[in-house]
């Protein structure tokens, strides 16, 4: 697929790097292509152009911008290039302030998730919550002793989803449905649980598994 990927972070990056590697087409979207002169360096294949030139590219597009910012990205991106495309939606809420006791502060609340206030602003792009549950370093082929870990996901689009699960077939990871977007209020804070123990004990290295 050709897939355009809206960030120039370590996500961005990391997913991007992903992407190439299973055999799909990448473009990374920025304000500033000079951050990612060294990752064009380092990935011939891969291509840098502004957020609107990523999201037209894009068949599939990544969210993948600090969670605050999300919707200035997406206007930047243009509508017009993302209707109808499913969308990652890999951002989490995080707020400014500094986590209490290792606990992440979120600027939405239990009842407005990040990817519902997307979806009501952008209604004609088809998102679906992924990959914001672990941190980057285990989201491309993932290597666990105890298999293969759950990525939790949701969204209205049924098609999308059904790409975003192939994705993450391709990726290593099994794929959890928890639903419509409405779940994106219990999946976004799984990132602030992840968090925990890297605050508390410097561990980063783990990844959510659902037992059945
Ligand atoms: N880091 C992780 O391991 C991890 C894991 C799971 C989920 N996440 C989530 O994934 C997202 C990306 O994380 P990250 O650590 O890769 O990067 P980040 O530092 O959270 O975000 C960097 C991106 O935000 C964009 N940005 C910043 N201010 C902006 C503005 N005013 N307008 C438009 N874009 C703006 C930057 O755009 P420019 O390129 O134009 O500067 C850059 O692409 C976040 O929402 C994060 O919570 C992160």
Redesign the pocket.
Known sequence: MKVGI?????????LGNGFLQHGHDVML????PA??TDWTKQNAKGRVGS?SEAATFGELVV????????E??LR?AGVANLTGKPVID?????ADQPPVNGVLKFFTTLDESLMERLQREFDAVRFVKA???????R?VNPQYKGGKPTMFICGNDEAAKKTVRGILDQFGWEAADMGKAESARAIEPL?ML?CIPGFLRNEWTHAFKLLT
């Open positions: 809206l960030g120039s972070g370590d996500v961005a990056k990391t979207g920025t304000r500033e951050k990612l957020f969210l993948a911008v600090k969670g605050s910012v999300a200035n990205a930047a890999v951002t989490n809420p995080i990959f914001n549950s672990v941190g980057n370093a989201m990132c992840w």
